[in-house]
């Protein structure tokens, strides 16, 4: 299928080329100086104190993240409705109970402090938020719940890179951040992730999980600074490597401009369907609160066909998607969740729908997009 407009676009030319060969000719391509570049550049964006490990994706980053924090058997760990499996997958992962915050409201769509609170039981060890869409949470209300009520608190940041509230970046609210720059995300290196910490003795925990619990890398053997290694604890392999690390310089260095450009698609998309049956969620931003407008999801009218809606747009040479379907659905997760767990992510689950949004989208792309999109909701 070739699509006239599909759903995301690589914000890559020759810098992301220029930074692979000269990596290739570099002659080491495991982890090394270009990782520790990346590292120090993203925590430097992040600001905060932010102590980032780069990692081989996100969901890796979400696993360390909760083994790090302890969390294990018999723990639960409350996690949002409306969200990619991969949250209940790592939450599963280390012998622990997922268990479902419902949306804020159809207007919010991600958790709130009160979504959370509901949720609390004994048996609560830590909650993981995500910034749907790259539209940040209420941190604040969040982050002093979990501090209230002596809970660890995970950011999914997957959506949101350079998202912000009050002028604090999203990833550096939590106990640990998890990043992915998986090939969709707005920092984009095909596979990856980066998890942070601004607490030293976790960020130290963090690196040795990363890499089988081991005190010195290859790197540091292959220059000299060491010659042998201890195993301060048991460990995994999760490490990026150069050539990835090398793209996410690159991809970091657009990627102000490149949520700039979202936020300008965001904005005519919000125009044109202004007045339809079609709602969009996000739509009363505070003056402090920035998005990363990671994705571009609309809320089908009730009772339209989403399916039909899917074939039109692709008849039309459209491409969409859905984010996201409902743990209810999935065979894995149908004894743990039913669809009374959180009704609004059930119902927003059912009518949202995708549309097309990366930074080298014209506007006139997207009036192709919300005119085929306005004909078949019609």
Not at 18 to 31: Q, R
Request: aromatic fraction near 8%; hydrophobic fraction near 45%; glycine fraction near 8%.
């Amino acid at each position: 299928m070739m699509w006239k407009i599909q759903l995301f676009k690589l914000n890559f030319d020759h810098r992301e080329r220029d930074a692979v060969l000269e990596t290739v000719d570099s002659g080491w391509l495991t982890m090394g100086e270009r990782i520790l570049g990346f590292e120090a550049a993203f925590g430097d964006y992040l600001g905060h104190g932010a102590r980032c490990t780069a990692v081989s994706n996100g969901t890796a980053a979400l696993h360390m993240a909760l083994l790090a924090l302890d969390v294990g058997q018999g723990d639960e760990v409350i996690i949002p409705a409306l969200t990619f499996v991969a949250d209940a997958n790592a939450v599963r992962m280390v012998g622990a109970r997922p268990v479902l915050a419902d949306c804020a409201s159809r207007s919010d769509w991600n958790v709130s402090a009160e979504s959370i609170a509901r949720k609390i039981t004994p048996r609560t060890k830590a909650v993981i938020v995500v910034h749907y869409a790259g539209f940040p949470c209420d941190m604040p209300a969040i982050a002093a719940l979990c501090r209230e009520r002596g809970l660890k608190l995970v950011e999914d940041v997957a959506h949101a890179p350079g998202a912000s509230i009050a002028g604090q970046m999203c990833g550096t609210f939590g106990d640990v951040g998890c990043f992915s720059f998986f090939s969709n995300k707005n920092l984009s290196i095909g596979e990856g992730g980066m998890v942070v910490a601004c607490d030293g003795n976790l960020s130290q925990r963090l690196r040795y999980l990363r890499s089988h619990g081991m005190t010195t890398l290859t790197l540091d053997r292959h220059k000299g600074r060491a010659a042998t290694y201890d195993v301060a604890e048991p460990g995994l392999n999760y490490r990026m490597d150069e050539i990835r690390a090398a793209i996410g310089l690159v991809q970091l260095d657009k990627l102000p401009a490149g949520n700039l450009r979202r936020k300008e698609l965001t904005e005519r998309y919000r125009r044109n369907l202004a007045g339809s049956p079609l709602q969009m969620p996000f739509d009363n931003l505070s003056a402090d609160v920035v998005s990363a407008y990671h994705i571009l999801p609309v809320l089908l009218p009730q009772a339209c066909d989403r399916m039909g809606v899917i074939e039109m747009l692709k008849t039309a040479g459209v491409q969409s998607s859905i984010h996201y379907l409902p743990f209810s659905g999935f065979t894995a997760y149908r004894e743990y969740f039913t669809a009374q767990d959180a009704p609004l992510a059930e119902e927003i689950c059912s009518r949202e729908l995708t549309m097309p949004l990366y930074p080298t989208m014209s506007d006139r792309e997207v009036d192709l997009v919300t005119g085929a999109l306005l004909g078949a909701v019609a």
